[in-house]
């Protein structure tokens, strides 16, 4: 993939390094440094419990790690809450669907302007003078996300009743609305069968060669992480073991130890 | 017992009145439902609180715009500290653990307000509570027809609010799902602060309201158990549903209460038909009148 024409991966958006998270005795992260370039592909994978969600949580700010700094755009970050951060750009889905269960697709989707509409939030709730005209604009964009993703038929329906794939494609739907700079992807296709993990992985590469957009995922299918990825870095025991393309990765004995075991 | 149509109309308009300012405590419960998804058990403590610290300030002689200013000032300080002792530290905590958060909060409300301002009652007269006039056989109360006014207006006032700016959206995003809510840039923390201040003052002119007509005593903090069957029967997450499930309960109280009188000679039917209602209607459509669909997959 990274060859392809067309496709020139660039300078480092975001920056994590020496990060360190612990709850309590618990370390989930230790001393992880790890890049993410512009315009590519990153994976993170590892065993369960490898400290791959923790990661995206600091990156996203629902954790803020103990030790080491997140550079994005050039700028170290100071502990900010994950509504700012998403102010920044930074856009993400969840393991577990994080959907609002009660609202339609189109309202789900809608939400996910939420970050672009400008001013401060009371600023939002007071003035309604040009209310109307900016939720045509708004919807002008959702509409197009909603094309791209194919789910025009369920744009009414409250997700709530949707089947779990098609849940994980709005909720990417409502992350690509924010049109982020980097897009973290927990588990995308996580529970799908092999024709919705195609879909999936066809919607991530679209995403990545028509918007631009940066994209760091989890996924524990290793066909599909070997497919897509651009670079994979992988953890094991909050540490991180190795970071290059697919093949380096796959020959490494490191990884190959941490999924299968070691005879001692 | 001789029927008299008369006596049934005064009382359908009687109970209207009183189901709007029914309407006004339930206003509170689905202002913060809508916000949180929880159900905010000290909303009938905060009615209190609110309409003690008014009553006491003017006791002590204070003006009435100012007294007015101070109490709604003590309530926005109680929604920051919700927010911050309470809410904060429960973010993306099951509904449950919200709500009992909430109860243990009825008591500290509870308790901190009888400590500053004691537990006697004291009564609240805002213009001649007696003055009435007549239209035909009919009577009506002047202090309860402003009462339905501001009730009327503070209500209209709300559902534009929520409904012609985009906070609406927001909310029902907050009260589904906090984690997503704060993905997508939504300000958890800021949200809470307004809908738990917009709750309070809605807390503030209901303890106004009903003070005038009870006198405000601790007894006022059980009026959120009549505005349950409103919740029910409107609908948790919906503002006209607080209006209509008002009106409703009031009016049907009292029809029943002289149905019940003229055909079986009992009384008291008054005190439990709306929980009967409310029954009625958790059996046959849960989510109210006007609530958001309860959605189910099997």
Known sequence: MADEAGKHIGEVLLSASNISLSFGAVHALTDVSADIREHEILAIIGPNGAGKTSLLNCINGVYHPQKGTITFEGEPRADLAPSEIARQGIARTFQNVALFKGMTTLDNIMTGRNTRLGGNFLKQALYWGSYQRDELEHRVLVEKIIDFLEIQAIRKVPVGRLPYGMQKRVELGRALAAEPRLLLLDEPMAGMNVEEKEDMSRFVLDVNDEFGTTIALIEHDMGVVMDISDRVIVLDYGRKIADGTPDEVRANQAVIDAYLGVSH | ?298
Request: net charge negative.
């Open chain 2, 1 to 298: 017992m001789e029927f008299d149509p008369f006596l049934y109309i005064q009382a359908l308009f009687d109970g209207l009145l009183a189901g709007i300012m029914y309407s006004l405590v339930a206003l509170g419960f689905v202002l913060i439902f809508k916000a949180s998804g929880v159900f905010n058990f000290a909303q009938g403590t905060m009615v209190l609180m609110a309409a003690l610290t008014f009553v006491s300030l003017l006791e002590m002689g204070w003006n009435i715009l100012l007294a007015g200013a101070v109490t709604i000032a003590a309530l926005v300080l109680l929604a920051l500290a919700i927010e911050r002792v309470v809410l904060r530290p429960l973010v993306n905590q099951a509904p449950i653990i919200l709500f009992m958060a909430t109860i243990g909060l009825n008591f500290v409300i509870e308790g901190g307000t009888q400590m500053v301002w004691g537990s006697d009652p004291h009564s609240l007269e805002l213009g001649d509570p007696y003055a009435s006039f007549e239209i035909g056989p009919l009577f009506f109360n002047n202090n309860e027809l402003y009462a339905a006014v501001v009730a009327a207006l503070l209500v209209a006032g709300l559902a534009i609010f929520f409904q012609k700016t985009r906070i609406g959206r927001a909310l029902r995003a907050v009260a589904d799902d906090h984690q997503a809510a704060l993905s997508v840039g939504i300000p958890l923390q800021t949200i809470w602060v307004v809908v738990w201040t917009v709750a309070g003052i809605v807390a503030f002119v209901a303890g106004v309201v009903w003070g005038g007509r009870l006198g405000v005593q601790f007894s006022l903090a059980l009026l959120a158990l009549k505005a349950l069957p409103v919740l029910i029967l409107g609908g948790f997450t919906s503002i006209p549903g607080a209006i209509v499930g008002g009106l409703i309960v009031g009016a049907s109280e009292k029809i029943a209460e002289l149905l019940a009188f003229d055909l079986f000679g009992v009384g008291g039917v008054e005190n439990f038909f709306p929980y009967l209602l409310a029954m009625v209607f958790l059996m046959f459509r849960p989510e109210g009148l006007f609530g958001d669909k309860i959605i189910e997959r099997v």
